[in-house]
């Protein structure tokens, strides 16, 4: 299973940045795919997961501005991040894991993981 983000770069504060995540070795899987997010000096952060049958969860602090989607083979995975704020400025991953069942929030849970792309948020 390999997994490979893109769409990072350098936005202002309350702009919109798309982040996509294309997944391989998953063709006759069930799967979750989470987003995760490391800022500077900070734990890294589980913001949201989809599952390949299209389920999302968010967490609280992201649920209300961004959005977790997928396309129909649910091989390209993306996260719409819209009023973005400096302090969203991380370095943004997705995981994903085989499984059955609801998608976990834990990052134990996610056995491969992208390279990450960075998003830089100005004021």
């Known amino acids: 299973v390999q997994l490979v983000e893109s769409g990072g770069g350098s936005v202002q504060a309350g702009g919109s940045q798309r982040l996509s995540c294309t997944i391989s070795?998953?063709?006759?899987?069930?799967?979750?795919v989470a987003w995760f997010r490391q800022a500077p000096g900070k734990e890294r952060e589980e913001l949201a997961t989809?599952?390949?049958?299209?389920?999302?969860t968010y967490a609280e602090s992201v649920k209300d501005r961004f959005t977790v989607s997928g396309d129909n083979s649910k091989t390209t995975l993306s996260l719409q991040m819209n009023s973005l704020r400096v302090e969203d400025t991380a370095m943004y991953y997705c995981?994903?894991?085989?499984?059955?069942?609801?998608?976990?929030?834990?990052?134990?849970?996610?056995?491969?993981w992208g390279q990450g792309t960075q998003v830089t948020v100005s004021s």
């Open positions: 989809i599952s390949s049958g299209g389920a999302a």
């Open positions: 070795g998953v063709t006759g899987t069930q799967y979750c």
């Open positions: 995981a994903a894991y085989i499984t059955w069942y609801a998608c976990s929030d834990r990052e134990a849970a996610y056995r491969y």
